[in-house]
C-alpha cells in the first residue's frame, strides 16, 4: 500500500509541476521561458483557462490526500 501510495505521489507531483508551468503567467516568469509571453489566438482561451484551473485543483487535491494517507501509513508502522 504504501508502494503504491509513493507512486501515485510521485506522477501527481511531475502533472502538478507541469500544470503551474502551463498557466498564463502575469509577465516576467517560468511561463515566459517556455513560450508564454507569446499571444497567440488559442492561448487566451478562458474555457481553457479555467479547464486548466480546473485539473490543477483537482491534482493538488489528489496531493494533499496521498501525502495525508502516506503519513498516516508510515507512522501507524
Given at each position: 500500500?504504501?508502494?503504491?501510495?509513493?507512486?501515485?505521489?510521485?506522477?501527481?507531483?511531475?502533472?502538478?509541476?507541469?500544470?503551474?508551468?502551463?498557466?498564463?503567467?502575469?509577465?516576467?516568469?517560468?511561463?515566459?521561458?517556455?513560450g508564454g509571453g507569446v499571444t497567440s489566438s488559442l492561448g487566451?482561451?478562458?474555457?481553457?483557462?479555467?479547464?486548466?484551473?480546473?485539473?490543477?485543483?483537482?491534482?493538488?487535491?489528489?496531493?494533499i490526500v496521498c501525502v495525508v494517507a502516506l503519513g498516516l501509513?508510515?507512522?501507524?508502522?
Open positions: 500500500m504504501i508502494l503504491g501510495l509513493s507512486i501515485v505521489l510521485m506522477l501527481v507531483s511531475l502533472l502538478l509541476i507541469m500544470l503551474v508551468l502551463l498557466h498564463k503567467g502575469k509577465g516576467g516568469g517560468l511561463s515566459d521561458l517556455f487566451g482561451s478562458s474555457v481553457v483557462e479555467r479547464n486548466l484551473d480546473r485539473l490543477t485543483i483537482v491534482s493538488g487535491s489528489v496531493w501509513l508510515i507512522q501507524r508502522g
